[in-house]
């Protein structure tokens, strides 16, 4: 998908990489269900011109050169077991990068030498700056989000939904039904899946424990801003119920 095509075409990064800081980039892709658009964002991080994609989707051919040009892409994260759109066709796009998986996420179309856990932690250089955060209480999910320590960023997988008033009606109307609109918001189906509220609410004390500022949200929008008050807000709601 070109820039700028499709009803999602409104986004910054659609179809192209942005970059918000010189070593946190994102680029995003349609993807469509039942009739929404809530599309899907990938987020490269640089260390030492090296890249980690965290939830990897797969890039135009220009798309693909401008960020080869930039670094080498040496590690893809599968950051949640329901984020396995992508993986098989960013394993191929990427043949010598090496695939952190989350607990309970496909291994399908991954080479077993290249797969590791995410569990082990985050390879060098990448530990240096990058964070990884388990969200825990939730097994069907195992969900890890990631602060990014120079660029003050949340990077989050369904955490936080970011669909905003420029999304077609109808992805607005389903992001309401699912209590997760306006963004950022978290949906009921995501809150659902937590079985253990005082782990659930330890993890999101892990993530404030951080300098937050921007969110990057695998669907919907960027908020260059907002990050804490949205974990913040997350945690009153299971505290306080």
């Known amino acids: 998908m070109s820039a700028g095509d499709g009803p999602l075409g409104f986004l910054p990064d659609h179809g192209r990489w942005v970059r918000h800081h010189d070593d946190l980039w994102t680029t995003h892709v349609g993807l469509s269900a039942i009739g929404t658009h809530f599309g899907r964002r990938a987020t490269a991080v640089?260390?030492?011109?090296?890249?980690?994609?965290?939830?990897?989707?797969?890039?135009?051919?220009?798309?693909?050169?401008?960020?080869?040009?930039?670094?080498?892409?040496?590690?893809?994260?599968?950051?949640?077991?329901?984020?396995?759109?992508?993986?098989?066709?960013?394993?191929?796009?990427?043949?010598?990068?090496?695939?952190?998986?989350?607990?309970g996420a496909k291994r399908d179309g991954i080479p077993p030498d290249r797969l590791?856990?995410?569990?082990?932690?985050?390879?060098?250089?990448?530990?240096?700056?990058?964070?990884?955060?388990?969200?825990?209480?939730?097994?069907?999910?195992?969900?890890?989000?990631f602060v990014h320590a120079p660029s003050r960023t949340l990077i989050v997988a369904d955490l936080f939904f970011g669909i905003d008033a420029r999304y077609p009606p109808w992805t607005r109307a389903v992001a309401r039904l699912l209590g997760a609109y306006p963004g950022p918001g978290t949906s009921r189906v995501f809150r659902a899946f937590v079985r253990d509220r005082p782990a659930f609410v330890r993890s999101l004390d892990r993530i404030l424990e951080h300098d937050l500022e921007r969110l990057v949200t695998a669907h919907g929008a960027v908020f260059e801003d907002g990050a804490r008050a949205a974990v913040e807000r997350l945690r009153a709601r299971f505290t306080n119920s």
């Open 46 to 103: 640089r260390s030492d011109r090296r890249w980690l994609i965290v939830g990897p989707v797969v890039p135009d051919d220009a798309a693909r050169r401008e960020l080869d040009d930039a670094g080498t892409v040496e590690t893809l994260v599968v950051a949640s077991a329901v984020h396995n759109n992508f993986v098989p066709e960013s394993v191929a796009a990427w043949p010598a990068a090496r695939v952190l998986r989350t607990r």
């Open 116 to 145: 590791d856990d995410l569990a082990s932690g985050l390879p060098a250089p990448f530990d240096a700056s990058l964070h990884a955060i388990p969200i825990e209480g939730m097994p069907k999910i195992n969900e890890v989000v």
